[in-house]
Every structure is written in structure tokens, then in C-alpha cells.
């Protein structure tokens, strides 16, 4: 199998789960040097950058040609752009679709053909319960998801023929570096010039929001390893904290919605 974004969190959970499984591994990551530990006779370890084409394709070539096989490709590479719609950068925008949603449909094309041509396979996508509501100052990422979801029920049908499953993980909250990585570059709100220099604690609240009711990373990795591998993956896969409340909110009428959420980061 192959797995994409294993640095740490949820990638690295679930090629560990994995490989205690007695799977073999294609553990990949930007820098190799951050899978130095996993390295083993059951685990190939690649450097895979999700935009570019290139990388993509040699990463499958040489995971096909180490396993013989991609029974299971994990589309999990991806991190969450958190600033307001009306002023992040476009060239951060841009950066958010092409690793999320670009990145993991160009992940799927490159081995649909060898699955198919195997008699079938299982396609995991890492989504996140965000798909279903956005949140302010996490618009970017709610709607890199939001197109991750549905891209992947068109792709569900379309690959049936060829005996290969797609899954969606919708995630809620899971124990990992997230909420960290989530805080980054918000050192430009800060500029006074920023009509939002005065709301950056929200936006902070906001990059913390997946520790709340968070689920260990490694419970995470089982379950998802469960439905990837059964006979019959279901289509979608609910778990994580607040994966059932965040969908029930989500339901609210759009005004009140966005008065609630106003209220809740400040925007009121």
C-alpha cells in the first residue's frame, strides 16, 4: 500500500497500525529523514511531494516495483490554511487546493490504472467533518475538503467496474501536531493594516478547534485500518471528536449559523 503525508499524525499513526499488521508500506513524506524510524524489510520509505506530477509518478513506479502491487492507496498529505477569506493570499489559497484536493486526485490517477489492472483495490481519503461546515477563518481549508468529499463520491461510481472501493474518513478531532502546524503564518493578521489585526486569539482558537474531544491518533489509525481492509468498505467512515455534532450544527439555518459562529470568534 501507499501511503501519502507520514512525517507524523494521522499518516504516520496509520503506517505504523499497518505495518503491525504485517502489511507491506510505502511510508512517504516531503523528507525522507523524518521516516528514518520506520524503515524496515515491510516498509519503503519515499520522498513524495503531492504537486508535483513527477514525484507522484515515481513514487508509484517505485512502490509497484518494490510490492509488486497498490492495494490500497491512502490519500492523507494535506495541512489546513487558517486566516480570513477576504485576505489570505492567493498564492496561499492556491498552495491549500493543490496539496488537498489536486494532490490527491493526481495521487488517483496515477494508480487507478494499476489497481484496476490488479482486479480492484480501496482508495482511502483523509476528509474532515469541516467539509460540512466552515467555520470563519477556516474557510480554505472547510472548502479543500468540501472538494475532496465530493470528488471522491463521483469517483466511487466510476471506479466500481474495476472492483476498487473509495472511502472517506470523515475526521473530526485526532490527537496529533495539527492544531500547530494549523497556526502558522498568521503573523501577517497581525499587521495593523489587517482589518482583523484585533481577532488573531480567534483565529489561534480557530488552528486549536481539532483538540477539542480529540481521539488518540492510534485508536484513529485502527479503525480506519478496519474499514480499509474489510471486505466491503463502507462509502464513509465518521470519526474523531465532534464527528457527529459538527454535522447537527450544520443543519441550523445559514443566518443563524453565522450568528452563532460570529459570536463564537469574535466576529458578533
Known amino acids: 500500500m501507499l501511503i501519502t503525508g507520514c512525517s507524523s499524525g494521522i ?120 467539509s460540512l461546515l466552515a467555520t470563519p477563518f477556516g474557510g480554505a481549508y472547510s472548502a479543500s475538503k468540501a472538494a475532496l468529499h465530493l470528488l471522491s463520491d463521483a469517483l466511487r461510481p466510476e471506479v466500481a467496474p474495476f472492483g476498487i472501493h473509495v472511502l472517506v474518513v470523515r475526521a473530526g478531532g485526532v490527537a496529533t501536531n495539527f492544531p500547530v502546524a494549523a497556526e502558522r503564518g498568521l503573523d501577517r493578521f497581525r499587521n495593523p493594516e489587517s482589518l482583523y489585526h484585533d481577532r488573531v486569539a480567534a483565529m489561534e482558537a480557530r488552528a486549536a478547534m481539532s483538540k477539542n474531544l480529540a481521539m488518540p491518533a492510534a485508536e484513529f489509525a485502527r479503525r480506519v485500518a478496519d474499514a480499509a481492509t474489510s471486505a466491503n468498505p463502507p462509502a464513509v467512515l465518521k470519526i474523531g471528536g465532534g464527528a457527529r455534532l459538527v454535522p447537527a450544527l450544520a443543519m441550523l439555518p445559514k443566518k443563524l449559523l453565522a450568528r452563532v459562529l460570529g459570536k463564537k470568534f469574535g466576529l458578533g
Open 11 to 130: 499518516g504516520r499513526a496509520l503506517a505504523v497500525e499497518f505495518l503491525e499488521r504485517g502489511d507491506r508500506v510505502a511510508a512517504t513524506a516531503r523528507n525522507t529523514d523524518s521516516l528514518a524510524d520506520l524503515v524496515g524489510d515491510r516498509c519503503l520509505t519515499l520522498a513524495l511531494d503531492v504537486t508535483e506530477a513527477e514525484s507522484i509518478d515515481r513514487a508509484v513506479a517505485e512502490t509497484i516495483g518494490w510490492a509488486g502491487r497498490i492495494d490500497i492507496l491512502v490519500n492523507n498529505a494535506g495541512y489546513a490554511l487558517v486566516g480570513p477569506v477576504a485576505e489570505v493570499s492567493i498564492a496561499d489559497l492556491r498552495r491549500q487546493l493543490e496539496t488537498n484536493v489536486v494532490g490527491a486526485v493526481a495521487a488517483v490517477q496515477a494508480v487507478v490504472p494499476h489497481m484496476a489492472a490488479a482486479g480492484g483495490g480501496c482508495i482511502v481519503n483523509i476528509g474532515s467533518v469541516s
